[in-house]
């Protein structure tokens, strides 16, 4: 095997490793997307059945409305959280210094 060819092969393996990491990123964010939509959404349907059994028609579709877009915000700060940890070096992104 020549010089060459070990630098292809070590930048083939490095791209694979980008890629890897490149896809785990848009999977995490993209986990964000949906956990935000989907706690909204819990919280509507949650407050319209609170609604419709307790008979107080908007005041409980706004209670978790807010509330549902509280948790769709919590997983934004946790998701910057999470990439500035990584972006700085201090460690992978699920871990914690509580």
Do not use: C
């Not at 995490?28 to 959404?41: D, H, P, Q, S, W």
């Not at 819990?42 to 419709?52: A, E, F, M, P, S």
């Amino acid at each position: 095997m020549s010089f060459f060819d070990g630098v292809i092969l070590h930048l083939e393996e490095h791209t694979d490793l980008s890629e890897k990491k490149m896809w785990r990123q848009a999977t995490r964010y993209g986990a964000v997307g949906l956990e935000m939509g989907i706690a909204v959404l819990i919280g509507i349907v949650g407050g319209q059945y609170l609604d419709d059994w307790l008979d107080t028609e908007p005041v409980f579709f706004w209670v978790g409305f807010a509330l549902g877009l509280g948790a769709a915000a919590k997983a934004i700060y946790d998701a910057a959280r999470s990439a500035k940890r990584m972006l700085s070096g201090n460690g992978t992104p699920s871990s914690r210094k509580d």
